[in-house]
């Protein structure tokens, strides 16, 4: 199955801007806009492949996606 990771920014950010800073990444199926903890993200929020998960320089990851995720990718 695909996955890729979703944006999830900062309350009251138009989304994906120039430099918006990332709250929080979620992972989502194929390219779905709701995310595996059930989260609700923005059609126009920011992607990046899911193999980048765990990645030391991008923002803090989805604990509840992270472990979906590893359930679902061996
Ligand atoms: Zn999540």
Redesign the pocket.
């Known amino acids: 199955m695909q996955h890729e990771m979703r944006a999830?920014y900062e309350e009251g950010s138009p989304g994906r801007v120039a430099g918006a800073p990332v709250k929080?990444?979620?992972?989502v199926r194929a390219n779905g806009t709701t995310?595996?903890?059930?989260?609700e993200l923005d059609p126009d929020a920011e992607t990046q492949a899911a193999d980048l998960w765990g990645a030391a320089d991008s923002a803090p990851f989805?604990?509840?996606?992270?472990a979906m995720y590893l359930r679902e990718v061996p």
């Open positions: 999830e929080i990444w979620h992972m995310a595996m903890c059930g989260r989805c604990h509840s996606c992270g």
